[in-house]
């Protein structure tokens, strides 16, 4: 936050506006963005403000409206960016705005002039989800405790699963070689997840990023924690 304020006191004069945009969800390790302070730093030096919130919507907030509801920022945010290809299960995007932006987008935006309306089928589905999202707390609430669960006992064995504050959940494995060795045996035993390496995250900084799921019953987790403790040992990860 005092980097972005340093760049907007040594920048913001220059242009007539400004843009801050932002991640809600880091994807990589998990974390929020600290968006109160991004709002008043906003509001301060008169910015707009722009939240991707793919890995956000359908996880935090109440009935998962996403990250500016966890933060009781309804009507600070200028523009809310989400996917309805994570949480809500289909395919394609939204953006969350003013009327005057949503009138300016249809006739402006690239990728909506230039692109095909989603098939009906998927609108229904989307809709349905949204419903159910809506209609009740379970399905977050089981999300949200299978991700403790599963963070609980990975940290319980030695792994080191950084500084996540949602279902993500990065193991540190270092070494980008060893990164998708752990992956590859890890799918040999039964359990797959992704090893992620530098293009992706910095170079020296592979993890397994494994993505927790309201569908994962506890004993699936239990399962695949004993396997990270059996690879984890073999390769020595872990002791």
Known sequence: MDDLERVLKEKRSEFNNCLIITDGVFSMDG????LPDIVKLAKKYNCLTYVDDAHGSGVLGESGRGTVDHFKLHGEVDFIIGTLSKAIGVIGGYVASKKVVKEWLLHRA????FSTALPPAAIGAT???VKMLMESTEYTDKLWAN???FKEKLRGLGFDIG?????????????????MEFSRELLKNGVFV???VFPTVAMGKGRLRCMISAMHTIDDLKFAVKIFEKVGKELKIIE
């Open 127 to 129: 809709i349905e989800s």
């Open 194 to 196: 992704s090893g992620i």
């Open 147 to 149: 991700a403790n669960f």
């Open 163 to 179: 500084h996540s504050e949602t279902p993500i959940t990065p193991v540190m494995i270092g070494n980008e070689a060893k990164t």
């Open 31 to 34: 974390d929020l963005a600290k």
């Open 110 to 113: 690239r990728p909506l002039l």
